[in-house]
């Protein structure tokens, strides 16, 4: 298998970014913001400079080149979602969501995606888009951005096929523009995240590490005469461990099934390659911020296949890094609504509408974190944990 994946593959390089990548600042209150145009982030573009849907781009094409950097962009005083006063995103949250979408993305708004911190450590979420085909609403999406400032939009046709270019996208964001986020979960729009539950789960395998102080002395492992320190809440040098968690699928054999969803050719795998290594359900993993940027160096050289989830867990495999397995992490699985087995054992649960999204959280949660009714008896908490592993049995 090393061997074979060694061989020179078919290859389509990441085009350098050509704007800085923002959001869109929210209005101030009561006052109307004007649409402006979301900077895109990456392209892959052919010499004669419009944008293609990934599917084009992946069999070898001679008039293929690196999109040139453009001129400097402005100064953006936001810097995106992470320049926000007070302490860097322990974990920051990249949903990738279709233009057309919208009761998904206020689903989430409305529920785990509001909030912001958790156990004292501060969560971001944001939301993946690429460019609206004909007969979206593409208006809609620039005023939706400037009303909630948490939509990153990027430069390629917004497709199921260019979800390996949506997750570049804003991996190679967060990397860029918010180094300092711990961990990164990469999660779809129809999935619940038990973000408590998730950043306790975190917390355990890699520690707190040295926080952010609120304070205004200086962090617990500096001194006041230290030179470094100038007052301002500092990070700790101890850095966090790489980490690739999620739900892992193992020898999966890529699908020949012609027009069908996971389609993979055999020009993009070659049968001599075998099955795919392994790699974490696109539903949703969690990349710690070393992981994030150790898949960003090796991508390139990686065979831009049309699964997000696998071209991750195979550019992963190049640089040395194995998923780590979760059953807490549905994967593709849905679980039907149970507040012990959402609120004690899941982190994540796939395939939710609008409705069964809002009122997981209600089970979990409610509006601000904190639970509003009591969980379970000692005994349904029991019987709804061993529900719980028993469906992730089955469909593991």
């Known amino acids: 298998m090393e061997r074979a994946l060694s061989a020179a593959p078919t290859r389509c390089p990441l085009a350098a970014p050509h ?30 400079g419009a944008v293609e849907p990934l599917p084009g781009l992946l069999a070898p094409r001679p008039g293929l080149a690196r999109a040139a950097p453009g001129p ?36 989430i708004r409305a529920s ?78 129809d999935v619940f995240v038990n973000v408590p539950e998730l950043v306790s789960e975190l917390v355990r395998r890699g520690g707190r590490w040295e926080q952010w102080e609120t304070g205004v002395g200086p962090p617990r492992k500096a001194k006041a005469g230290d030179e470094k320190w100038d007052g301002s809440p500092t990070l700790g040098s101890q850095p966090v461990p790489l980490l690739y968690l999620g739900r892992v699928h193992w020898r999966v054999q890529p699908s020949r099934s012609p027009g069908g969803k996971h389609q993979v050719s055999e020009e993009q795998w070659p049968p001599s390659w075998g099955p795919f290594p392994p790699y974490a359900s696109g539903t949703g993993y969690v990349l710690s911020a070393s992981a994030v940027q150790l898949i960003l160096k090796v991508a390139s050289r990686a065979p831009l296949l049309p699964l997000e989830d696998v071209f991750v867990g195979l550019s992963a495999r190049r ?10 992490l549905a994967g593709a699985t849905h679980y039907p609504l149970d507040r012990c087995c959402y609120g004690k054992f899941l982190l994540t649960s796939h395939k939710l509408d609008p409705w069964e999204m809002q009122e997981a959280w209600k089970l979990v949660g409610g509006s601000d974190g904190e639970r509003t009714v009591p969980f379970c008896s000692w005994l349904q908490g029991l019987l709804g944990i061993l529900r719980c592993r028993l469906i992730a049995w089955l469909h593991s």
């Open 112 to 189: 785990w995606g509001r909030l912001r911190e958790v156990r004292g450590l501060r969560v971001q979420t944001v939301f993946l888009l690429g460019e609206p085909g004909w007969g979206s609403r593409g208006s809609d999406l620039v005023w939706e951005s400037a009303a909630h400032g948490d939509i990153m939009q990027a430069a390629f046709q917004d497709s199921y096929r260019n979800l390996t270019l949506k997750t570049l996208s804003g991996l190679s964001w967060a990397d860029r523009h918010c180094p300092t986020a711990r961990y990164i979960l990469k999660t779809d729009d």
């Open 319 to 328: 640089g040395g890094l194995a998923p780590t397995h979760c059953v807490k």
């Open 72 to 107: 400097a962009p402005p100064p953006d005083p936001q810097r995106g979602a992470c320049g926000a006063p007070g302490p860097p995103p322990f974990l920051l949250i990249l949903v990738c969501t279709a233009p057309d979408n919208l009761n998904q993305r206020n689903a």
């Open 19 to 48: 704007h800085a990548p923002r959001l869109v600042p929210a209005p101030a209150p009561g006052r109307p913001a004007a649409p402006a145009r979301l900077d895109p982030l990456w392209a892959l573009r052919p010499r004669g």
